[in-house]
């Protein structure tokens, strides 16, 4: 017959005896802890606030997307093809800043041309000055030695004439000379005309040969602008907002094609859109905060749209303070319209259960350790605060939430 060792059922009753008191005190810690739930609920939920005087704002809140008043395109103003993009969207640029650059090699070429022409009718220009100049020259010499043979002529008759009343001359002699008096003058008032006649031409001439200088000289200039306008430049400062569609290098691109959009940062202002229940509430005029990228910027609302679209309406609000480097078109913005502000109204801390579509309904008052439900009458709704028109008085303490006991009442 086997035999239990006396030593080891001693060691077994005190392991049994030692589980039982850890149950036991176990139990009791649990029975404990939800005594104590139990029993100090009401002490750890009821969170009060006291009715005061103070400022209460109502707001709206709406969002929309930053839109510039001024903007402008940048257009192509011949064909060609895109050989380089220097910028990309959303890039703040100065005035004459190269967005783009094409590539137009038979214009390349008749700017060469136009400018071998432009040298060419240079040089005609001075050679047809300088033939006319001889020409000129040639006929003052004419007229200038027939003024010379007529003095000449004029002091032979004189002379002649002396003789001839002496009979040393013959009347045939005398009246050759005479004769050849009157050709002299005559050749003498022909070769003048011919220098007045010469001297007209000559202007006109001169006149002529300017224009077709010109000419020359403002096609120069236009094939020239048709180079300088490979380089799509930015005519004022501002922000590029968007590219041709799909655009890219060695894409080919027609005159006339909007390239590039530029909006002016200074004329950024909020499109907005607010609930339609809103509608009768925002007017023009109402201060605007405006969150842009985590700061708050000043703005009033300049514009409301009469209409209502999808439940809402759109209105447009101007910044009334700088905004910042990193705003640009299209950007997605949050913002309140300040619709009421009251100073020294009655007020409390929103509590958590309040309905704000009821402006007559039930809140709960803390007195004396003891919760009773009161009727009040409610003003403005602010985000934190709320107006109190009736039913409470300054000092009373409202809860701001509701003991899980409470829900019922």
Do not use: C
């Amino acid at each position: 017959m086997l035999t239990i060792p006396k030593q080891d059922s001693n060691l077994i009753k005190s392991r049994t005896v030692l589980l039982l008191a850890l149950g036991v005190l176990v139990l009791v810690a649990t029975i404990w802890l939800v005594l104590t739930v139990l029993f100090s609920d009401k002490a750890y939920e009821i969170k009060y606030s006291a009715v005061e005087k103070g400022a209460v704002q109502q707001q709206v809140a709406v969002f929309g997307r930053l839109k510039p008043r001024v903007s402008s395109s940048l257009v192509a103003q011949i064909d060609g093809h895109i050989s380089q993009l220097n910028v990309l969207p959303g890039s703040h640029l100065d005035s004459n800043t190269v967005v783009l650059t094409l590539s137009n090699p038979q214009l390349l070429r008749q700017y060469d041309i136009a400018k071998l022409n432009w040298q060419k009718a240079q040089a005609m220009h001075v050679s047809a000055l300088a033939k006319l100049q001889r020409e000129a020259t040639q006929l003052a010499n004419d007229v200038a030695m027939a003024q010379s043979e007529l003095k000449f002529a004029e002091q032979e008759i004189a002379t002649l004439d002396v003789l001839h009343k002496q009979q040393l001359l013959s009347e045939l002699d005398f009246l050759k000379a005479k004769t050849r008096l009157e050709q002299i003058r005559l050749k003498l008032d022909l070769t003048k005309r011919s220098e007045k006649a010469f001297l007209t031409a000559r202007e006109y001439e001169e006149k002529a040969l300017d224009l077709t200088l010109e000419s020359e000289k403002q096609q120069l200039a236009l094939t020239y602008s048709d180079v300088q306008n490979l380089e799509i430049k930015t005519s004022q400062g501002g922000i590029l907002t968007e590219l041709l569609d799909e655009i890219d290098v060695g894409q080919a691109v027609s005159k006339g094609t909007v390239l590039a959009k530029l909006s002016d940062k200074n004329s950024l202002y909020a499109e907005l859109l607010a609930p339609a229940s809103a509608a009768d509430t925002i007017k023009i005029g109402m201060p605007v905060k405006v969150e842009i990228k985590g700061a708050l910027y000043n703005a009033k609302v300049v514009r409301v749209f009469p209409s209502i679209e999808a439940n809402q309406i759109k209105l447009e609000a101007a910044f009334i303070q700088q905004v910042p480097t990193s705003a640009i078109s299209n950007l997605s913005i949050a913002a309140n319209v300040l619709v009421a502000d009251k100073e020294n109204a009655l007020r409390i801390a929103k509590p958590i259960y309040l309905n704000p579509r009821q402006l007559t309904q039930n809140v709960y008052i803390y007195e004396e350790g003891e919760i009773f439900a009161k009727e009040v009458t409610i003003g403005l709704q602010g985000e934190q605060y709320i107006e109190i028109l009736a039913g409470l008085n300054e000092g009373d303490l409202v809860l701001s939430t509701l003991p899980n006991d409470l829900t019922e009442l």
